[in-house]
């Protein structure tokens, strides 16, 4: 008497995930091309939903935006806050981006296990900034949207050590309208920082006093 497998062939399972069938959810997919092309591809969807939320991803050094590429290439939702320096040799100068923050890249997925273990599986990932081991600390979105807006005039911007000093700003006119941020002075220019809290340091920029609504 033959011996029967309990292996399912691979396009038994495709075929009942074609027809919708439950069952194939219980089904092993390893080994199985056709099925593990669709586990890839839904949670690739899951990674890329809209109502994500932002978390701050650890990386190693000089990996930044290799390891962004990566999670592009994942289908996750990768930002790496950069600015272009001038680098000038005897013969030639050249533009280069650097890290705003070095070591660090954020990331918009939505909040699940399953997930936050494919992103660390990703070449130069290293771990989530958390509060309690193993429980992600989600970046405030706001923060996010302005550090984005000040990247996007193309001004030159500074990184400072976390400050909490001064009045509480909204930019309202010009590339910056709508940012939320702090105002400080530094000798005769004002500066508006965005403070980014969970990495404890502020972005700054000169700005003009007349464009600032205080809260």
């Given at each position: 008497m033959?011996?029967?497998?309990?292996?399912?062939?691979?396009?038994?399972?495709?075929?009942?995930?074609?027809?919708?069938?439950?069952?194939?959810?219980?089904?092993?997919?390893?080994?199985?091309?056709?099925?593990?092309q669709?586990?890839?591809?839904?949670?690739?969807?899951?990674?890329?939903?809209?109502?994500?939320?932002?978390?701050?991803?650890?990386?190693?050094?000089?990996?930044?935006?290799v390891?962004?590429?990566?999670?592009?290439?994942?289908?996750v939702?990768?930002?790496?806050?950069?600015?272009?320096?001038?680098?000038?040799?005897?013969?030639?100068?050249?533009?280069?981006q650097?890290?705003?923050?070095?070591?660090?890249?954020?990331v918009?997925?939505?909040?699940?296990?399953?997930?936050?273990?494919?992103?660390?599986?990703?070449?130069?990932?290293?771990?989530?900034?958390?509060?309690?081991?193993?429980?992600?600390?989600?970046?405030?979105?706001?923060?996010?949207?302005?550090?984005?807006?000040?990247?996007?005039?193309?001004?030159?911007?500074?990184?400072?050590p976390?400050?909490?000093?001064?009045?509480?700003?909204?930019?309202n006119?010009?590339?910056?309208?709508?940012a939320?941020?702090?105002?400080?002075?530094?000798?005769?220019?004002?500066?508006?920082?965005?403070?980014?809290?969970?990495?404890?340091?502020?972005?700054?920029m000169?700005?003009n006093?007349?464009?600032?609504?205080?809260?």
């Amino acid at each position: 008497m033959p011996l029967r497998s309990n292996v399912v062939p691979c396009w038994t399972i495709e075929q009942k995930r074609l027809r919708g069938d439950p069952s194939v959810v219980a089904q092993r997919v390893q080994g199985c091309p056709l099925a593990e092309q669709h586990e890839g591809a839904r949670v690739r969807r899951a990674m890329n939903e809209l109502n994500g939320n932002w978390y701050a991803l650890f990386v190693r050094s000089r990996h930044e935006f290799v390891t962004t590429e990566q999670l592009r290439k994942l289908g996750v939702e990768a930002f790496l806050p950069s600015i272009g320096k001038t680098r000038r040799w005897s013969d030639r100068e050249k533009r280069i981006q650097f890290p705003l923050f070095p070591g660090y890249v954020f990331v918009k997925v939505r909040p699940s296990a399953e997930i936050f273990l494919r992103i660390l599986k990703v070449p130069g990932s290293v771990s989530f900034v958390t509060q309690d081991p193993g429980r992600p600390v989600q970046v405030d979105p706001q923060e996010m949207q302005s550090l984005r807006m000040m990247l996007e005039t193309g001004e030159n911007i500074d990184v400072f050590p976390h400050l909490f000093e001064g009045a509480r700003v909204t930019v309202n006119r010009g590339p910056l309208n709508g940012a939320e941020g702090i105002l400080m002075q530094k000798n005769e220019n004002h500066i508006f920082l965005v403070n980014i809290n969970i990495l404890g340091r502020s972005v700054g920029m000169r700005i003009n006093a007349e464009d600032l609504e205080q809260h």
